[in-house]
């Protein structure tokens, strides 16, 4: 029984639809696991000052980490790994030695020099910092803490790279999981003892926990890094130049967050906390439908573009870009739809007043209208990343982060001198007669950032590679159509099953919402089943097929294309 357990943990899954329902199933505990994390956060602090010193407390390691780890990331090192590790004598060793010292070495730096600057950034960064000393002092020890996390996972991320090349996605999916376990002690064990940096601990025991997990699987592949002074500077420089763009890109992004929550310091109490927990919120589908199917297309379209160009390259592409549409139009119509029932059940207890709980709903809802053009954004970018082409995500990353920036300053000023067009929002979300709704602003700006980007890098992608809508615009159409509906009929499920349940209680709620998400789903299955869809019919082949016993064998592309 061991030795069977041991043998699937490290097994590799080589299917596309089957290792990205493997990587799904464990991001959707992964995220059950977050959420408990959220609604620990919510209850003890509520949507206050606090839980705005520990968000904004990973602002400084999470731009850390994804400036510095984005080298070693498996977008990155997975061309390099697959090519050593099938032409070296030494199997990639020396190779992941050298990446790994020079690595660690650079962001054990970076990370010293941040924790001496902490106050004056925590200052540059929140201005209203200054204001609260309490804010200030919480957020620069918070931080300080928090430093050790971008190097234990930038080793992860070099170890998941490797695990990745392998095919071991069991041992790639389980990290996160450990990661929010961390997360979760530190809140309910560390806190009661140590006082707010107990918060920072958890984090940082989440952040070795990440990494511990996939010591055994880069061990067993005997590429277990040891340090060396011999950096193969010709091969880093390679690596370093083909990760600037993306290091750039990932850099835009997180400055674009920290812009934001900048932002929201200067609204009000709450504001960073509010925008942080929706987009968690709105993250459970992406992590699930669009981080898997991107996770597991990754190694595949490497391969295609290196052996076949373009052709079984654009039908990778395609294919996944159909099933990660397909999956998460229905869950941003229920999001939509939803919203109150989810907060309020996730989030709705202790400290979380029913304020908070409204403007996250209201914010999450937001959030929703751009959970489709996020999980496409995360395929077309390992899809330029697959066939080398880091700039282009680079330039939309900037464009659309700009445009994003502008949009947080031009919303929150144009709802502070211009009632109508906050009210309009107000009324539409139905928050007229709550105080705080400027904070809805920054939301909005994220999602219509989003769109931006897959905007862009669509008509970067189609320049290149040739038009995906005619290979995509069939699937589009029947499952926008089919979760429009399942939206309606979630609606009216609401509305009917108030007259039955007591809405006064977390347990009628959470039944209202259940009940009526059950009824939407099913209308999106029968709408799906109606029009015959394909995407239906293959994700039941797939879970047919039993995913966590698929065969470790070598995927043909003549008899699947996706492959």
Known sequence: MVKRFLAFFHSDVRGLHEAAY????FAFLSQVLALL?????ASSFGAGALLDSYYAAFRIPDLIL?????????????PFLVERMEKTGDGGKGFVDAVFSSFFAGIVFVSVIAFLLTPFLIKLFFPT???????????VLLTRIMLLQPILLGISNLFGSIVQARRRFFVYA?????????????????YPVMGISGLAWGVVAGAFLHLAVQI??????????????????AELRQVVLISLPRTAALGASNIVTLFLLSIASSIGAG?????????NLQSVPLSIVGVSYSLAAFPTLVRLFSRNGNGEFLGAVSESFKHIAFWSFPAAALFIVLRAQIVRVVLGAGAFSWTDTRLTAAALAIFAVSIVAQGIILLFVRAHYAAGE???PFWASVISGALTIALGYGFVAWFANYSSSRFFIEALLRVTDVAGTTALALPLAYSLGALANLALLWWMFSRRHGGLWAHVRRPLGESFSASVIAGAIAYAGLNFFDNFLDLQKVSGIFLQGLFAGILGITAWVTVLYALKSRELAGAWATVHRKVWRARPVAPDASENPTL
């Open 22 to 25: 493997l990587l799904g199933a």
């Open 37 to 41: 994390r959220d609604r620990l956060f």
């Open 66 to 78: 994804v400036i510095g780890a984005s080298v070693v990331s498996a977008s990155i090192l997975i």
């Open 129 to 139: 910092a200054s204001i609260s000393s309490e804010f200030f002092s919480d957020t």
């Open 174 to 190: 389980v990290s996160p999981l450990l990661y929010n376990i961390g997360i979760i002690g530190g809140v309910a064990f560390l």
């Open 216 to 233: 055994p699987s880069v061990a067993s592949a005997g590429l277990l890094p040891r340090p060396t002074l011999h950096w193969r500077i």
């Open 271 to 279: 504001s960073i906390a509010i925008f942080t927990l929706a987009w």
């Open 390 to 392: 880091t700039s282009r």
